[in-house]
């Protein structure tokens, strides 16, 4: 782009260190402001409690006191194993349900299809605090308050449109011709899904389900209202540092990068393929 | 090994109907093209062949059986796409294989088959390769092989040489033509492309908004078109029309007169013409003589040289006229010519459309590719049939 | 023949039918028990304080929902937290998105650091700025405004709106960035060479040509982000539990409290329905701009 920028403008040649100098100081500045918070956090996580209160500094002697604490405090490791069973938990049931459903609006399309998908992005729209009541009791009366499995049911529908959606964008994608092949070559349905469509829709399935994973893992609402201790997931773990304010804040910081480091890394893996999905392939 | 037939075949999307009743025979190992402007519902009708479509109405028998409700997999043909869709996940051997790794075929045996369609088409040494690692017409020739493989009774083609730049498109297509004497099958062919379908077929099918507009041997097609659709399509450069007056019929032919005030009496039969009837003059640029005593003439608006022909673009009243002349001519732009042609060669248009009969049958018109070869091989070197 | 036709199309129906069966029939039960129950507990007396009272009440609790200045105060607090963060976020998202789209040195990695926000769980976010960030005494703001010899602020209790806008814009910026910046990504090459041998500017471009590129990929922004931000809870359940006072109780919040505080679960479900009717106002305008989207 640059190298055409310059074919048609010559005179900008010779300024052009200069206007490289500062896009990279201001874009680097604006990057870092951003990303400062969460630098800021991993940091304080590797000081002392005393030095994590004092001035900011960035001059420190790191220690992992923190973390060691975080995890001598057995409450973190039941509380990630929680997120980790309930947000692989709802992915994977979605998945199961939705790849169907999928498979049906994108390759056996009818008049209702397009109407059908609208509908079930607006169940979306239904705020979560709308039905926040019959949930809680629904789930008071039949024991699902504070277990995992609740949970699971809750996000497995909360993500339901969207993985629906994502899956149908990215079947959507895929040329009819190598499908309408394989029903020449002999392939039934249940193959065709096997062998041709789910390895071809592989990268699509997989970063559905990463953000399928990320909005579960991420999710404040449902595991804060509906969870106290049992089943508590990060969450609302790390919410629960909020009341004594500012004496553990190292151990905080130790434990939310805990929690963020594995969401942060498939996050930066899969951003490209999650914008094709969230957008509805309305953005490429 | 095959025929197939199409009886009164409708097609049906919601309220428009694509397909408007298509009757067709298709012979054993004859090499059939469907041809025709995109949207006449040629690949619909291939695809309601192969089983990928439903017809709305009407029987396809393969071998004198009933296939309609008879899955694409069951019907005992193969079909090569226009985008080749070969899976991307497997290897050209597993793309080759695949039909019959779903038929339980043991390992040994599918790879012997393999092994055998990818030596006609020269495959062997690209066999692990995925079809990313290969060039379009190696990717061609793989979605060739995984229909050999199968050993349909009847191959389909949708457009397979549409994604091929022009020079591979040409070796493609000699390619085709030897697989298809070499195997000996059934073919069916869809293609717009009119060269295509002349150079191939032992039987063009021309399709037109859902109706068969004509079908005929390459030969009858350009020298007997049916109607005004099939001339215009059929040949290239295009065919020049005219407007022309009936001034009388005769048992020799049909009398007009030309544009400029000429008159020439054309060899079709006109017994069933009204008096006032409107006419059409259709002449093929490469019939259009320069002629000084020509009865037409024009002022050059474009001149083409090829080389060994030039195309000369001529401005006569509204129409613009193509006549292929030789490399040598010695016009210019915006001079004018007088031109002719023999009446023998010429088509008159009723104002359906539809063609007069010609009193005589070209000579040609009756040669399948099949007698082509018989006569290539008759003939010494150097002759030209 | 007209048999084939027919039962064909049935056959494919039934086929598409039973496959999305799951998921439809999932979707619609959640949609309608809750909201049916919903409905129904907003017209019944029902606290769960007070188990012996019960009993159809009438619009009782849609009347004193109405006429709770609370109610009115959350609708305002969510709809001028949303507007802001949309705001913040579209245009940020777009002025960084063409920023990142230009070539410079280490843009990569640049592009990955500014996008993190995104990825971090609300209750986290909302901690490390309550604490980290803009505690009064000790957080990273304090102390810069010290240092410039300004008075340190307390956030929280001096703009506790504007604070918690501040956190959720924080997490959203990225999202409008990323997804406008795959968009800018598309955006064809030529047209802006064309545009530039035609004589526009740098901002002319930005104006006539990639702005209107822009304009789907900006709806979707807005789309998904209000649908998320219409029901913000931990970022405010964790800093500032919708105080000083009600200034920054939002819809969500309010009929948290009234349910799980104050178990009035036919005031909380009142409080629901009128949350619902809000979100339909603005999912109709929604669906059918996303369904404009599909059509091309």
């Not at chain 1, 540092?241 to 930066?268: C, D, H, Q, V």
């Amino acid at each position: 782009m640059t190298l055409h920028r310059n074919s048609v403008a010559p005179a900008n040649a010779r300024s052009l260190p200069i206007r490289q100098l500062v896009l990279t100081l201001v874009g680097w500045s604006i990057a870092l402001i951003i990303f400062f918070p969460i630098l800021w956090m991993v940091l304080t996580g590797f000081k002392t409690e005393t030095a994590a209160i004092a001035d900011p500094s960035f001059l420190f002697s790191p220690t992992l006191e923190s973390y060691q604490a975080v995890h001598a405090r057995s409450g973190y490791a039941r509380f990630a194993l929680n997120s980790v069973v309930v947000a692989f938990g709802s992915t994977f049931l979605a998945l199961l349900i939705a790849i169907p459903s999928a498979y049906a609006m994108a390759f056996l399309p009818t008049k209702r299809t397009k109407g059908t998908l609208l509908w079930m992005l607006s169940t979306k729209m239904l705020p979560p605090v709308g039905v926040l009541v019959p949930i809680y009791l629904i789930f008071r009366d039949v024991g699902l308050l504070d277990t995992r499995t609740g949970l699971i049911i809750i996000y497995t529908l909360m993500n339901l449109p969207i993985v629906v959606w994502m899956l149908y964008t990215f079947f959507k994608d895929m040329p009819k011709d190598i499908l309408e092949a394989g029903r020449m070559d002999g392939a039934s349905t249940l193959q065709e899904v096997f062998f041709l469509l789910l390895p071809l829709t592989l990268p699509g399935i997989a970063s559905t389900g990463l953000l399928s994973v990320i909005l579960s893992w991420n999710e404040a609402f449902w595991s804060l209202n509906l969870t106290s201790s049992k089943a508590a997931p990060l969450t609302a773990y790390i919410a629960s540092f909020s009341s004594p304010e500012g004496l553990f804040w190292a151990k905080l910081s130790a434990a939310s990068t805990m929690a963020i480091a594995p969401i942060l890394i498939f996050g930066w893996m899969t951003q490209k393929q999650m914008v094709r999905g969230l957008t509805f392939g309305a953005v490429k | 090994m095959a025929t197939l037939q199409l009886k009164n075949i409708i097609k049906q999307f919601g309220d428009t109907k694509v397909i408007k009743g298509i009757d067709l025979e298709v012979n054993d190992r004859e090499f059939v093209v469907f041809v025709g402007p995109s949207g006449c519902g040629k690949s619909t009708l291939m695809r309601m062949i192969a089983g990928l479509e439903s017809a709305s109405d009407g029987d396809i028998l393969i071998d004198g059986k009933r296939i309609n409700d008879v899955g694409p997999a069951d019907r005992g043909l193969a079909m090569v796409f226009q985008s080749y869709a070969l899976y991307p996940h497997m290897t050209v051997e597993a793309n080759m294989g695949f039909s019959m790794r779903l038929a339980g075929v043991p390992k040994e045996e599918r790879r012997a088959k393999v092994l055998e369609a990818a030596k006609i088409l020269q495959l062997e040494p690209l066999l692990d390769r995925k079809p990313k690692a290969l060039s379009g017409g190696q990717r061609q020739r793989v979605a060739i092989g995984r229909a050999i493989v199968r050993n349909p009774s009847i191959f389909l083609f949708d457009e397979p040489l549409s994604n091929l730049d022009a020079a591979l498109r040409v070796q493609m297509r000699i390619e085709l033509a030897r697989l298809h004497e070499e195997l000996d099958a059934t073919m069916i062919y869809v293609t717009h492309d009119q060269i295509e379908a002349m150079t191939m077929a032992d039987k063009i099918v021309v399709l037109h908004d859902g109706v068969v507009e004509q079908v005929g041997s390459p030969m009858a097609l350009y020298h007997h078109p049916r109607n005004r659709f099939v001339a215009g399509f059929i040949g290239s450069p295009k065919m020049n029309f005219l407007p022309v007056t009936l001034t009388g019929v005769t048992p020799e032919g049909v009398e007009i007169r030309l544009p400029g005030g000429g008159e020439r009496s054309v060899p079709v039969d006109g017994v069933h013409l009204d008096a006032n009837a409107t006419l059409e003059l259709g002449v093929r640029p490469e019939h259009l003589v320069l002629d000084e005593q020509g009865p037409l003439s024009g002022q050059i608006k474009v001149l083409e040289r090829l080389g060994g022909q030039t195309s000369l673009y001529v401005q006569m009243d509204d129409e613009l006229i193509t006549i292929m002349a030789d490399g040598d001519v010695a016009y210019r732009v915006n001079d004018t010519v007088r031109f002719g042609f023999a009446p023998e060669r010429a088509h008159l248009f009723d104002a359906g459309g539809l063609a007069l009969t010609s009193l005589q049958q070209h000579p040609l018109a009756r040669l399948t590719r099949q007698d082509n070869r018989a006569a290539t091989e008759s003939a010494s070197p150097g002759e030209q049939v | 023949m007209n048999r084939t036709r027919a039962s064909g199309r049935t056959v494919g129906g039934l086929r598409t039918l039973s496959l999305q069966a799951p998921a439809v029939t999932l979707l619609l039960l959640w949609m309608i028990v809750p909201l049916g129950m919903t409905v129904w507990f907003s017209f019944q007396r029902y606290n769960l304080l007070m188990p012996e009272m019960t009993g159809f009440a009438g619009w009782e609790n849609y009347e004193y929902l109405l006429t709770d200045p609370a109610l009115w105060s959350a609708m305002s607090t969510t709809l001028l937290l949303v507007g802001s963060v949309l705001v913040i976020t579209v245009v940020g998202g777009t002025l960084l998105a063409v920023l990142f789209q230009q070539e410079f040195a280490g843009r990569g990695i640049a592009r990955v650091l500014a996008i993190s926000p995104f990825f971090v769980m609300p209750t986290v976010s909302a901690l490390v700025w309550k604490n980290m960030m803009m505690h009064p005494s000790n957080g990273v703001l304090a102390w810069l405004s010290q240092s410039l010899g300004l008075p340190a602020l307390d956030w929280f209790s001096s703009l506790p709106l504007t604070s918690i806008i501040i956190i959720v814009s924080w997490q959203w910026l990225p999202f409008a960035l990323l997804i406008l910046l795959t968009a800018m990504q598309s955006l064809d090459e030529d047209q802006v060479e064309a545009a530039r041998m035609d004589g526009a500017g740098p901002l002319a471009i930005f104006f006539f040509i990639t702005l209107p590129h822009l304009k789907r990929a900006i709806s979707v922004v807005i789309m998904i982000e209000m649908i998320f931000l219409l029901t913000i809870f931990a970022e405010i359940f964790v800093t500032t539990s919708g105080g000083p006072g009600l200034a920054t109780t939002n819809l969500a919040y309010l009929i948290y409290i009234q349910a799980l505080l104050d178990f009035d679960v036919g005031l909380a479900s009142a409080g629901g329905v009128v949350a619902i009717i809000l979100a339909n106002i603005v999912a109709i305008f929604l669906v059918r701009m996303v369904a404009k989207n599909l059509e091309d």
